[in-house]
């Protein structure tokens, strides 16, 4: 509420908190591509666990056995849904895990 009534008082800010927001948000896809950024890559050992269960789940499912059954737009939404969402989130838990471990963070860093 109170920040409601600041930029009430203050539309112009509203204004420029949005730009900055979107500027944020678009320019964020550009943000491992910087060089300063290497400390948050994920070392290979650890991507490379979850290529082979990514391939594991993908081979044993449905859309691998019949590709008909992904090519239309329900079929991705699925595949997304019930493949790589869920794995998504497994990596996102184990990453923000390793991220929690102090001395893995310093390993990270120094990578």
Known sequence: MMLEAFFEDNPHLREESVANLQALERD????LDREDS???LIPSKEVQPWL???NDRFSQS???SAPD???SEEGVRRMFEELALPMMREMARACHELWRHPSMRLT???Q
């Open 28 to 31: 964020s896809v550009n943000l």
């Open 38 to 40: 290497r400390c948050l």
């Open 52 to 54: 082979a269960r990514w």
């Open 69 to 71: 059954a992904a090519a």
């Open 108 to 110: 990270i860093a120094s």
């Open 62 to 64: 449905e859309f691998f």
